[in-house]
């Protein structure tokens, strides 16, 4: 019995898992069948675009800002040592475009948008507020659903792009101060450094994981149990799933764009 437990909780945690992806690609399909139809909710989409995006204008603003002053410093302190400093601009614009900026915003960001999903429908689903909407006739998911899932999918590529300027005025007030490499300098190694393909790799990852936040936030939602501690358990789960669920998906999608050779 000792020798077959640990396999057993192994065969649950495989089957939980494909559970969970499985209800998460029946929550999107349904959203998308039944989001694209008349009414579109469009008011409910602008409502979500603001709770979710513009109040996560403050901690974007610091992610950018400061990430860029980071990596910056980095690189320099490293390019230093190959007497290489004016080619700061160059190392971190690759680095923080293509990776940084999108990945770091999706694990923040993406993660604050998410729980409060989570908390929000969570919360309606323990008082009985998602049966109610149901039962007067309307559709859950039309109306909960498709609205948080546009918004997350919209907000955060928005949010990526704002980053990515910031980051970018971040490292040249780095590269100024500490190095002595002109913010005009930075600034021209930076953008030439940068092709299209670059910028749509970064865009396609905050697309994606908007996506993904927006879904597992209100599956997560969705998902809750009945009782005091459900919808803190409801989301802490999702910090997990949405962490686990952006960093395996930003390989992937660095493996398409970035093909070995």
Request: hydrophobic share 50%.
């Given at each position: 019995m000792s020798?077959?437990?640990?396999?057993?909780?192994?065969g649950?945690?495989?089957r939980?898992?494909f559970?969970w992806?499985?209800g998460?690609?029946?929550?999107?399909?349904r959203?998308?069948?039944?989001?694209?139809?008349?009414?579109?909710?469009?008011y409910?989409i602008?409502?979500q675009?603001?709770?979710?995006?513009i109040r996560?204008?403050?901690?974007?603003t610091?992610?950018?800002?400061f990430?860029?002053?980071?990596?910056?410093?980095q690189?320099?302190e490293?390019?230093?040592g190959?007497?290489?400093k004016?080619?700061?601009?160059?190392?971190a614009?690759?680095?923080?475009?293509r990776?940084?900026?999108?990945?770091?915003m999706?694990?923040?960001?993406?993660?604050k948008i998410?729980?409060?999903?989570?908390a929000?429908?969570?919360s309606?689903?323990?008082?009985?507020?998602?049966d109610?909407?149901a039962s007067?006739?309307?559709?859950?998911?039309?109306?909960?659903?498709?609205?948080?899932?546009v918004a997350?999918t919209?907000t955060?590529?928005?949010l990526?792009?704002?980053?990515?300027?910031?980051a970018?005025?971040?490292?040249?007030f780095?590269a100024?101060?500490?190095?002595d490499?002109?913010?005009?300098?930075?600034y021209?190694?930076?953008?030439?450094?940068l092709?299209?393909m670059d910028y749509?790799?970064g865009?396609?990852?905050?697309?994606?994981?908007?996506?993904?936040?927006?879904?597992?936030?209100c599956?997560?939602?969705?998902?809750?149990?009945?009782?005091?501690?459900?919808?803190g358990?409801s989301?802490t789960?999702?910090?997990v799933?949405?962490?686990?669920a952006?960093?395996?998906?930003?390989?992937?999608?660095?493996?398409?764009?970035?093909?070995?050779?």
């Amino acid at each position: 019995m000792s020798v077959r437990r640990p396999f057993e909780y192994i065969g649950e945690a495989i089957r939980a898992g494909f559970d969970w992806a499985g209800g998460i690609s029946l929550l999107l399909g349904r959203s998308l069948i039944r989001g694209v139809q008349r009414p579109w909710g469009i008011y409910d989409i602008f409502s979500q675009i603001v709770a979710l995006g513009i109040r996560s204008l403050p901690l974007s603003t610091l992610m950018g800002v400061f990430v860029g002053m980071a990596l910056t410093w980095q690189f320099g302190e490293a390019l230093m040592g190959f007497g290489a400093k004016n080619a700061v601009g160059s190392a971190a614009a690759l680095a923080l475009v293509r990776e940084l900026v999108p990945t770091l915003m999706a694990l923040t960001i993406g993660a604050k948008i998410a729980t409060g999903v989570t908390a929000e429908l969570g919360s309606m689903k323990v008082s009985e507020q998602i049966d109610a909407i149901a039962s007067l006739g309307a559709d859950p998911i039309k109306k909960l659903v498709w609205p948080r899932l546009v918004a997350s999918t919209v907000t955060l590529p928005l949010l990526n792009i704002y980053g990515n300027v910031l980051a970018l005025i971040g490292g040249a007030f780095i590269a100024d101060l500490v190095f002595d490499v002109p913010a005009e300098y930075f600034y021209e190694t930076y953008i030439d450094e940068l092709y299209p393909m670059d910028y749509i790799s970064g865009l396609v990852k905050s697309f994606t994981f908007g996506l993904l936040v927006g879904l597992i936030g209100c599956y997560q939602g969705f998902q809750t149990k009945f009782g005091t501690e459900a919808v803190g358990i409801s989301t802490t789960n999702t910090v997990v799933a949405t962490s686990v669920a952006i960093i395996v998906f930003d390989f992937v999608l660095t493996t398409i764009f970035l093909p070995v050779g």
